[in-house]
């Protein structure tokens, strides 16, 4: 790994941006004449419609919804890379319950298809970077929702129609980073459990040992006060100095080592893949019909792609980044949990205790008072670091069970009774 320093790195965007606005008079009509922000909106607002019925696996939405990447990927000068020269990769799932997912085979009754959607920029060069974003999203809301008004339309603006405009505005982009291949990723049955991304690493139409790095997006449209998060920080010793060599913006960045996380990343990190998630963090929106539009921060989108760019120009086209494994919570000793306190951790919270980001109606922590911006600090009297003793606190209550939780609000410490 070889890091340029910083002068050199502005000095070469700027020349390659130069590059890139004598080049880009011709004939595509997105560079031509709409700013970054403006087709990221447009794209956000094409995906979050209401007549995408939430993008849910399988659904007549979804299909829309991955007939417009193609397009759009086709428009950018993509090349097809899913099954026989196709945009499209389909999986087909029998039972779909997230807890017992099995392929099955398409026309077995009661299975569902939906579709990755691939396009690849091949500039000849030895590595690929996968830049991957799910464009599936909660439907109706019957499973997955924290709404609790009955089936209603969830949009997924942030979640994740976000990730797929920031592909897509880097698909564009890096249409003159020679020095690395691009598959562009579009993935599906991600809300359902990483269906799709966990699909795609058993069933890859490259050849993912010349893959030398994942960056996956999901949730990425609402930057606040420059706050983001990167996880998977831990999977190669380099990207702690990449991110800080490439962070010109200044973010406020939260960096989780493990490779396991909510979202798409973690199918290739179990692949032994270096592999990324950036997320500009959880919101009172999140997993509810509220997820709209009007709600994204396109500017802050800008930014983030203005980040991803400086990273891969800093990253060393000729060797693969070295992976490594990450510590991740052992399965065997994390509790299984039979309660809920009904919370939205702040993930990107990074101080003593846990901070909550939303509550859900009827849940112990609504029903004791509990609001969001409260910081758990004891639960069942255990002082709560972080979000690992708070599961691990949580793991050792039972059905039935009250217990005493002391959280911070405006800095004055409160009881709560929690009834669970
Ligand atoms: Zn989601």
Same mark, same amino acid.
């Given at each position: 790994?070889?890091l340029?320093?910083?002068?050199?790195?502005l000095?070469?965007?700027?020349?390659?941006?130069?590059?890139?606005?004598?080049f880009?008079?011709?004939?595509?009509?997105?560079?031509?004449?709409?700013?970054?922000t403006?087709?990221m909106?447009?794209?956000?607002?094409f995906?979050?419609d209401?007549?995408?019925e939430g993008r849910?696996?399988?659904?007549?939405?979804?299909?829309?919804?991955?007939?417009?990447?193609?397009?759009?990927?086709?428009?950018?000068?993509?090349?097809?890379?899913?099954?026989?020269?196709?945009?499209?990769?389909?999986l087909t799932?029998?039972?779909?319950?997230?807890?017992?997912v099995e392929?099955?085979?398409p026309?077995?009754?009661?299975?569902?298809s939906?579709?990755?959607v691939?396009?690849?920029?091949?500039?000849?060069?030895?590595y690929?970077?996968?830049?991957g974003?799910?464009?599936?999203?909660?439907?109706?809301g019957?499973?997955?929702?924290?709404?609790?008004?009955?089936?209603?339309?969830h949009?997924?603006?942030?979640?994740?129609?976000?990730?797929?405009?920031?592909?897509?505005?880097?698909?564009?982009?890096?249409?003159?980073?020679?020095e690395?291949?691009?598959?562009?990723?579009?993935?599906?049955?991600?809300?359902?459990?990483l269906?799709?991304?966990?699909?795609?690493c058993?069933?890859?139409?490259?050849?993912?040992?010349?893959?030398?790095?994942m960056f996956n997006?999901d949730?990425?449209?609402r930057?606040?006060?420059?706050k983001?998060?990167?996880?998977?920080?831990g999977t190669?010793p380099v990207?702690?100095d990449?991110?800080?060599?490439?962070?010109l913006?200044?973010?406020?960045?939260?960096?989780?080592?493990?490779?396991?996380?909510?979202s798409?990343?973690?199918?290739?990190?179990?692949?032994d893949?270096?592999?990324?998630?950036?997320?500009?963090?959880?919101?009172?929106?999140?997993?509810?019909p509220?997820?709209d539009v009007?709600?994204?921060?396109?500017?802050?989108?800008?930014?983030?792609?203005?980040?991803?760019?400086? @990273?891969?120009e800093?990253?060393?086209?000729?060797?693969?980044?070295?992976?490594?494994?990450?510590?991740?919570?052992?399965?065997?000793?994390?509790?299984? @949990?039979?309660?809920?306190?009904?919370v939205l951790p702040?993930?990107?919270?990074?101080?003593v205790?846990?901070?909550?980001?939303?509550v859900?109606?009827?849940k112990?922590a609504?029903?004791a008072?509990?609001?969001?911006?409260?910081?758990i600090?004891?639960?069942?009297?255990?002082?709560?670091?972080?979000?690992?003793?708070?599961?691990?606190?949580l793991?050792?209550?039972?059905?039935?069970?009250?217990?005493?939780?002391?959280?911070?609000?405006?800095?004055?410490?409160?009881?709560?009774?929690i009834?669970?």
């Open positions: 790994m070889e340029i320093p910083t002068a050199n790195l000095s070469k965007t700027l020349f390659l941006g130069f590059v890139t606005l004598l880009s008079c011709g004939p595509s009509k997105w560079l031509a004449t709409q700013s970054d403006e087709q909106l447009e794209d956000i607002t995906l979050a209401d007549k995408l849910t696996f399988g659904s007549r939405g979804e299909t829309k919804a991955g007939i417009y990447i193609s397009k759009r990927f086709n428009q950018l000068g993509l090349k097809p890379m899913g099954e026989r020269g196709t945009w499209f990769q389909t799932v029998n039972n779909p319950n997230p807890h017992t392929f099955a085979k026309g077995d009754s009661g299975s569902k939906g579709r990755n691939l396009g690849y920029i091949d500039h000849g060069a030895p690929t970077i996968i830049l974003a799910h464009y599936d999203h909660l439907g109706y019957s499973f997955g929702s924290l709404y609790v008004g009955g089936p209603a339309i949009n997924g603006a942030d979640d994740n129609a976000s990730g797929v405009a920031m592909i897509l505005e880097l698909a564009q982009r890096m249409q003159s980073e020679t690395f291949n691009f598959l562009i990723m579009a993935i599906t049955g991600e809300e359902n459990g269906w799709g991304s966990n699909y795609y058993d069933h890859p139409t490259i050849d993912l040992s010349k893959v030398t790095a997006f949730m990425v449209g930057l606040n006060e420059n983001m998060a990167i996880n998977g920080t190669s990207w702690p990449l991110i800080k060599a490439a962070n913006a200044n973010l406020n960045i939260t960096q989780g080592e493990s490779g396991i996380g909510p798409d990343h973690t199918s290739f990190y179990l692949t893949m270096p592999t990324i998630h950036f997320f500009t963090g959880a919101h009172e929106d999140y997993h509810k509220s997820d009007h709600l994204i921060n396109a500017e802050g989108m800008d930014i983030i792609a203005d980040m991803v760019s400086n @990273m891969i800093l990253m060393d086209s000729n060797e693969k980044l070295p992976f490594s494994k990450t510590k991740d919570p052992d399965p065997s000793s994390t509790p299984t @949990m039979e309660v809920t306190l009904g702040d993930y990107l919270y990074d101080g205790g846990m901070r909550i980001d939303g859900r109606e009827g112990p609504a029903n008072g509990m609001i969001k911006g409260d910081v600090m004891k639960l069942a009297g255990k002082d709560i670091k972080d979000i690992y003793v708070y599961m691990e606190a793991g050792t209550l039972h059905k039935g069970d009250k217990a005493k939780l002391v959280a911070l609000r405006d800095g004055k410490e409160i009881e709560f009774d009834q669970f």
